[in-house]
């Protein structure tokens, strides 16, 4: 993609701008804001600059390779062939960073995994996501904290809610929200039959930086003990913590030991859902634009079949399949994961191609 001198200008100036207002700011809410585009702007002129330095340079090589001169032509023409290799990695750059992006990319994430259908095999495997995405997580050197737990009858998990914080983390996880569907032989199946099971999964970017306006009179707030099939999360007293928002009816549980505690994530795993509400409205504005990305969170979207019997994962929004399912559940995700980004990428380079028209 050839971009336009014009546009790349405008950039350049826009940044020029910022600095020069944020030398004569004085209000400290707007330097907060103009050092938060600063900061946003700086590696996109730092790629602008390095192109137009890159484009310049083509000219001036052309005239010394015109010279004949036996010494500085031919090293004029080497630099000459880098240069037409190395422009066009400039220029996909230059357009990654210029396309439509998600404001939430390096938010941290809820990552909430629920039982669908198929009984306790569907629990099971729900648990089997979730241990999957604690061990991707760890890879990537974020923390895993679990805000609320359901447990399943013969293992697994009913509903587990989790926050993952660290750099990136919605960035690389949003495009796992929707139904994963697993055809295996269940441990509780005497005839040796496959089944199909499904559990779904949601992944909510945590609200930073957006006001979430909560009022007293539109929430319910309910304290209980927490049930499970034993073990450490089990509670001995009234500690676990429902918030039922009354205008939209979600509710939002956590169900750690201490109740001042889970006032705090119940009360942020509310927030998250209701900025998720935001987005999707938003989302749904866009929907023409949206409808080649694989990013949409629609939930209701079967997304990925794991296949046990033949050992692969296959996801059907960009047709990929893979045959190393047993390493895929340990954590190993990031050839599935960066392929999925690939598309992404691609759908947001496709969209600032028609806006350049």
């Not at 190395?86 to 390096?106: F, I, Q, T």
């Not at 729900?126 to 997580?137: I, N, P, T």
């Not at 013969?154 to 569907?181: N, P, Q």
């Not at 939002?252 to 705090?264: D, F, G, L, P, V």
């Amino acid at each position: 993609m050839h971009l336009p001198q014009a546009k790349l200008d405008q950039v350049v100036d826009r940044f020029k701008m910022i600095e020069a207002r944020m030398e004569s700011a004085t209000d400290g809410t707007e330097i907060v804001k103009l050092s938060k585009e600063h900061a946003e702007l700086k590696p996109v002129v730092n790629a602008v600059t390095a192109l137009l330095k890159a484009r310049a340079s083509g000219p001036e090589l052309e005239e010394l390779i015109a010279l004949n001169d036996p010494e500085l032509s031919p090293l004029a023409q080497e630099e000459f062939q880098e240069l037409k290799e190395k422009l066009p990695e400039l220029e996909h750059g230059v357009a990654l960073l210029l396309a439509p992006k998600d404001k939430d990319e390096n938010a941290s994430a809820i990552l909430e995994v629920r039982a669908g259908t198929g009984g306790d095999e569907a629990a099971i495997f729900a648990g089997d996501l979730f241990r999957m995405y604690s061990r991707y997580a760890a890879a990537q050197g974020w923390r895993v904290e679990i805000d609320s737990i359901s447990e399943g009858d013969a293992g697994g998990y009913k509903e587990i809610i989790a926050s993952v914080t660290g750099e990136g983390v919605f960035g690389k996880l949003k495009f796992e929200s929707g139904v994963h569907r697993v055809q295996r032989v269940p441990a509780t199946e005497a005839g040796g039959r496959i089944h199909t099971s499904a559990a779904t999964v949601a992944v909510l970017p945590e609200a930073e930086d957006v006001e979430i306006e909560i009022l007293d009179k539109d929430i319910r707030i309910d304290t209980y003990r927490a049930s499970g099939s034993g073990g450490q999360h089990v509670n001995k007293t009234d500690s676990a913590v429902r918030i039922t928002h009354l205008p939209s009816g979600i509710v939002a549980t956590s169900s750690e030991k201490s109740q001042h505690m889970n006032r705090q994530i119940a009360m942020r795993n509310l927030k998250a859902r209701l900025y998720d509400i935001q987005r999707q409205a938003l989302d749904t504005a866009r929907s023409d634009a949206r409808k080649s990305q694989v990013g949409s969170g629609d939930r209701s979207e079967r997304i990925r079949t794991y296949n046990y019997p033949q050992g692969r994962v296959s996801d059907h929004r960009i047709n990929l399949t893979l045959y190393n399912l047993s390493l895929f559940m340990e954590g190993d995700m990031d050839q599935m994961i960066n392929a999925l980004i690939a598309d992404d990428q691609a759908a947001r380079l496709a969209m600032l191609a028609e806006e350049l028209g």
